[in-house]
């Protein structure tokens, strides 16, 4: 059986296999974790779903596998493989299994073994099928080799593979690789010129005064996402200052009434993130036409509130979704959301995790960062940047001045679904709910 790499999200093209916990010979049983991926956003463990004896790795520790490529041989529950033996990525020696053997697909039932063609999931809204043994790598006139997803991708965008320099394991041109000749592309085009090779850009700087950091998967990602959403979504912008003073009261008042353990220290503690995921969920139910995304040929309009929220990890940035927000109580998005942070970082969250969502929150004030605006994240229609709440001047009921909290939130919008009206009643309903707080707390 081929043990193929799984599909673990929307937008992830491949994945790079950090640990492998089985060796050649090893017998496994069904549940065993078998290697342990990391991708642009996530790191998991992979577990086998049939017993047998690992013949193969072919995918060593450190490398890096488009989705549904072959990444090991599973053979029969103890018996040895009577085909002939080669060399599998360098020093590991293995038998290599007979053509009938069936393949599957990680994580899908075993009937799908017995399939001729299967299905491989390369892009959610697409299936494409493919010869059962067709999973093999095509060279190209340069003597470049490039991975099936790598073809597809470039002949959807078309480019030209012979131009697209290399960046997969042993040379070959991965899905990132065509992304990045698509932005580059897309960048020229819009420029009406061509952009700087990376030896012109290093020539303007004295040589030994910088450091040369080379793109992981999650860079190169971040990279090619946001240069298209801003190239191709048509943003706009809607700016509002929000008083804070009630919902400051409320969560102090809140955060003092928690339960302390012996220790002293409080069962819980509410921040302001957690009010703000509470008052877009209900926003976004009070402008049903802004609770949606875009899909190509139509919109898709949703009926609960799944808030993304931005988190700062090594390297980059998750954005883990507190799905069902509008139905949630302030404890119990507080609890979610400090686990959901916690393993972002550690890079442990799942695709499930990760996938999906309406919109996102994009907030720097703990920093202490006044005002700016946020790339929308697509297929999101908009993306709400906030700010750091402070303490401003502000002209009284009297005519007089007097200091007030006020937050500065930008929302942006992707204007083929969200017209300007609809967003300043999105920016409005926010508004309210954080000015009135009480009802977040219901």
Not at 182 to 191: C, N
Not at 267 to 292: G, H, Y
């Amino acid at each position: 059986m081929e043990i193929l790499m799984p599909q673990l999200g929307e937008t992830v093209a491949e994945g790079k296999i950090t640990t492998w916990f089985k060796s050649v010979g090893d017998v496994v049983k069904p549940g065993d974790n078998l290697f342990e991926i990391e991708t642009d956003k996530v790191s998991m463990e992979v577990p086998a779903t049939s017993a047998g004896v690992l013949e193969q790795i072919r995918v060593a520790a450190g490398e890096v596998a488009p989705v549904g490529a072959v990444v090991a041989i599973l053979g029969g529950a103890g018996v040895a493989s009577t085909a002939p033996v080669r060399t599998v990525r360098g020093d590991v020696s293995a038998p290599v299994p007979a053509l009938s053997s069936a393949a599957v697909l990680l994580a899908a039932p075993p009937q799908a073994a017995a399939s001729p063609a299967r299905p491989i999931m390369l892009d959610p809204f697409r299936e494409v099928r493919t010869p059962a043994r067709n999973f093999g790598p095509a060279r190209l006139p340069t003597g470049a080799v490039a991975t099936p997803l790598a073809r597809r991708l470039a002949g959807e965008a078309g480019v030209d593979l012979t131009g697209v320099v290399p960046s997969g394991p042993r040379g070959r041109i991965v899905a990132r690789d065509v992304e990045a000749a698509v932005a580059a592309r897309t960048g020229r085009l819009a420029r009406g010129s061509t952009a700087p090779s990376p030896d012109r850009i290093k020539a303007l700087y004295e040589p030994g005064s910088f450091e040369e950091i080379p793109l992981d998967n999650m860079r190169r990602t971040i990279a090619a996402r946001l240069a298209e959403a801003k190239q191709t979504i048509p943003h706009f912008y809607l700016t509002a200052d929000v008083a804070m003073e009630r919902l400051n009261a409320l969560r102090e008042q809140a955060n003092a009434a928690a339960l302390r353990d012996g220790a002293g220290k409080p069962e819980w503690r509410l921040s302001i993130n957690d009010f703000i995921i509470k008052a877009l969920a209900l926003a976004l139910q009070r402008v049903p036409a802004a609770n949606a995304v875009w899909a190509e040929d139509r919109i898709l309009r949703f009926r609960r509130s799944d808030v993304g929220v931005a988190v700062a990890i090594e390297g980059g940035l998750a954005t883990p979704v507190i799905r069902g927000a509008e139905r949630k109580s302030m404890l119990d998005i507080s609890a979610e959301m400090k686990d959901l942070a916690a393993r972002a970082r550690l890079r442990k969250l799942k695709p499930a995790e990760i996938q999906g969502g309406v919109t996102a929150i994009s907030n720097l004030g703990m920093h202490g960062v006044r005002e700016f605006t946020a790339i929308i994240n697509p297929p999101h229609a908009t993306i709400l940047a906030v700010g750091a709440a402070a303490r401003r001047p502000a002209e009284a009921a009297d005519g007089g001045m007097r200091f007030v909290s006020q937050m500065t939130v930008t929302l942006s919008c992707d204007h083929r679904v969200v017209d300007g009206a609809a967003g300043a009643e999105l920016l409005a309903a926010f508004r309210h709910f954080i000015e009135h707080p009480v009802g977040l707390m219901i």
